[in-house]
């Protein structure tokens, strides 16, 4: 009895700690972003607003392009250059995932507004957990959501989120039996 109610005990921590944990982590990409959008501030101004510009966050096209581009220029070949990826809005994306590895997603340029983020299971034994994001120009992420896919589901879900003005993370774990994996097809409209 007493080894259940540690293994209950044990669980329920951890169940705690997953939910705790969410939109952390991000902190390099975050300040990445942050510090793109600085830059670009400096360079053009009117175009993004953040810091010295009003602290808000403008429309600039493809910045999260070089935030990804630097991340993978610094792993030089090694396992960060499986980083996070960049997601064309309208442009479907896929992979697979072997659990328990996950994978991160950063929206090619800052959002503002609703946006319907539709994960289609293609194949696998695993479920998923996605988490959904978001990183201002200032370098501060908040959490906005999650879903998740059950390893019996061959539907995949979707989930619709709203953006403040920044760049939309997209952080999908495989979940299950280790080794099992989730091979999905991603899209944010």
């Known amino acids: 009895m007493k080894a259940l109610f540690a293994s209950v005990l044990i669980v329920a921590t951890s169940t705690a700690n997953v939910a705790f944990a969410r939109c952390t982590g991000f902190d390099q990409e975050a300040e990445m972003l942050s510090e793109i959008a600085k830059a670009s501030c400096k360079v053009v101004g ?13 429309k600039a096209e493809g910045l999260a392009k070089n935030a990804v581009k630097f991340w993978n220029d610094a792993s030089n070949g090694g396992p960060g250059d499986i980083g996070p ?29 609703a946006h319907k983020v539709t994960i289609k299971y293609r194949d696998g034994k695993a479920g998923a957990m996605v ?24 539907s995949g879900g979707s989930k619709t989120v709203t953006v403040s ?8 774990r495989a979940t299950g039996f280790p080794t099992n994996s989730y091979s999905y097809a991603i899209e944010v409209n």
């Open 131 to 154: 988490d959904f994001c978001e990183t201002d120009g200032n370098g501060k992420t908040k959490y906005l959501d999650y879903l998740e896919i059950d390893k019996k589901s061959e």
């Open 46 to 58: 009117a175009v993004i607003n953040v810091g010295s510009c009003d602290g808000t966050l403008g």
């Open 85 to 113: 990826r960049t997601i064309e809005v309208g442009r479907e994306d896929h992979g697979k995932l072997i659990a328990p590895a996950g994978r991160l997603w950063i929206v090619e340029k800052p959002l503002s507004g």
């Open 165 to 172: 003005d920044g760049w939309l993370l997209i952080d999908m």
